[in-house]
């Protein structure tokens, strides 16, 4: 009977730290994404600005 309780109890346990164990990571994962994509964002910003700078600067290749 010892023994059914002992395991019993860690399967229990067993599940409870395995969906700590995964919701860590998927929070982990989330915040991974947030900065992927504000770092994506920022870098697609920059290019739209050198972009206009280029044909400020180089009019005549734009047509105008």
Same mark, same amino acid.
């Given at each position: 009977m010892f023994a059914v309780v002992t395991t019993v109890i860690l399967y229990v346990f067993g599940f409870v730290f395995l969906y700590g164990v995964i919701r860590l990571g998927v929070?982990? !994962?989330?915040? @991974?994404?947030?900065?992927? =994509?504000?770092? $994506?964002?920022? *870098?697609?910003?920059?290019? !739209?600005?050198? @972009?206009?700078?280029?044909? =400020?600067?180089? $009019?005549?290749? *734009?047509?105008?």
């Open positions: 929070r982990h !994962a989330l915040e @991974d994404v947030e900065l992927y =994509r504000a770092k $994506a964002q920022r *870098a697609e910003e920059l290019a !739209a600005s050198r @972009d206009r700078t280029f044909l =400020r600067e180089n $009019a005549f290749l *734009a047509g105008s």
